[in-house]
């Protein structure tokens, strides 16, 4: 049986961008251990790493500078079971015009007999010559990239490139046909005369991102949801705060529900259901959620004081009012009485965990949790 081979740049690809001529310079791409790992236990590719790297070998950049770096990247990468078949590398310039040098074929001339199948083989880079090189080989392409810079892919390259994405566990899922394990993201962007919000959502993320609203202690809050929820979210919202905070929490609260809603998708796989009993000191805050496709919301909470700082604790309800309204959910909070920053931040805290509970999936699993056959 031929062979396909997932021919895999490194820099850019496996480590950041940079002349990696020393051990404090190697920083690995999030997500590459875990999908290069599944890529490698499938057992349906040879992997071969492809990379140009200018002038090893040159005063600049001595050989043993290259070296010692890459036997520590490939030492690592085989302690999480990813083991390079073949590896590839030209040390030329690009002044040398040489052959072997990417986007040309010359170092990878093996390949073209009848031991691989390149019609079905894959080159992953993060640079257009690496589409290049693979349309010069005979084979597809995935572009590390963002998506949004689809729109520079050359004419006569859009048959090669196969896929955009920068989300390595995007591409893992893409190549292994797992589309329901891709990573469930939404980009929300929302603008009106009051407020205008650019939102990023991954449910599949590490609880990582950044929450820019201009309001000190709700960002506070959100960046609660963040960390404990283990979604990422990169939120940048921009209100009218010179008449009050009011339009900007309702519409981060519509944004971020309806960016769950669209990252949910049809809901098959998930928990749906979520709750979380949280103490945080004298305060006990009580969270449960339905992803139910219809909004409610049940609150039980008494705040004695009218701001937490410059913050108006009426708003803390309209936040949650206006997530189960776009996210279509329902919503239960309770809290204790309390220190009024204790009650606010539980409840924030406690509600990123049900969160987590209620869009966590089962990947051996895709019924749809409802006798109703839709939510």
């Not at 749906?272 to 039980?300: H, K, N, T």
């Not at 309209?318 to 909070?333: E, G, M, T």
């Not at 606010?344 to 990123?352: D, Q, S, V």
């Amino acid at each position: 049986m031929r062979e396909k081979v997932l021919f895999l740049d490194r820099d850019g690809i496996i480590v950041e961008e940079t002349q990696v001529d020393s051990l404090e310079k190697i920083k690995y791409i999030p997500g590459v251990f875990s999908a290069l790992s599944r890529l490698r236990s499938s057992g349906l590719w040879y992997f071969a790493m492809v990379s140009n790297q200018d002038g090893v070998g040159t005063p600049s950049y001595p050989q043993e500078a290259f070296d010692i770096p890459q036997q520590r990247i490939l030492e690592t990468l085989r302690g999480e079971g990813i083991a390079f078949d073949a590896i590839h590398i030209d040390f030329s310039l690009p002044s040398d015009n040489c052959p072997g040098r990417k986007p040309k074929i010359g170092m990878l001339g093996e390949y073209q007999s009848d031991r691989y199948d390149l019609m079905h083989s894959v080159m992953i880079g993060d640079r257009l010559t690496d589409v290049q090189l693979a349309k010069n080989l005979g084979c597809k392409a995935v572009w590390f990239a963002p998506t949004s810079r689809s729109c520079e892919l050359p004419e006569d390259l859009k048959k090669t490139c196969i896929f955009i994405s920068d989300n390595w566990a995007q591409v893992a899922s893409f190549l292994l046909d797992e589309s329901h394990l891709a990573p469930r993201l939404a980009l929300v962007e929302r603008k009106t005369k009051e407020t205008e919000i650019t939102l990023t959502l991954n449910l599949d993320g590490g609880g990582q991102g950044s929450v820019h609203t201009h309001i000190p202690f709700f960002d506070h809050m959100l960046e609660q949801v963040v960390r404990h929820s283990g979604c990422d979210v990169n939120l940048h919202a921009h209100g009218d705060l010179i008449v009050d905070e009011h339009h900007t929490v309702e519409d981060v609260g519509l944004a971020l529900g309806q960016a769950f809603r669209q990252a949910l998708g049809d809901k098959r796989g998930i928990n749906r259901y979520g709750f979380e009993l949280l103490p945080m000191d004298e305060v006990l805050a009580q969270v449960a959620i339905d992803f139910s496709g219809r909004p409610y919301l049940q609150w039980e909470v008494d705040f004695k004081r009218e701001y937490i700082g410059t913050f108006p604790t009426e708003m803390v309800e309209h936040f949650f009012k206006s997530f189960s309204d776009s996210a279509q959910c329902n919503l239960a909070l309770k809290v204790g009485e309390g220190n009024a920053h204790h009650q606010c931040e539980a409840l924030f805290k406690a509600f990123a965990r049900a969160l987590k509970k209620a869009v966590h999936r089962n990947p051996y699993s895709l019924d749809l949790p409802s006798t109703k056959g839709v939510l």
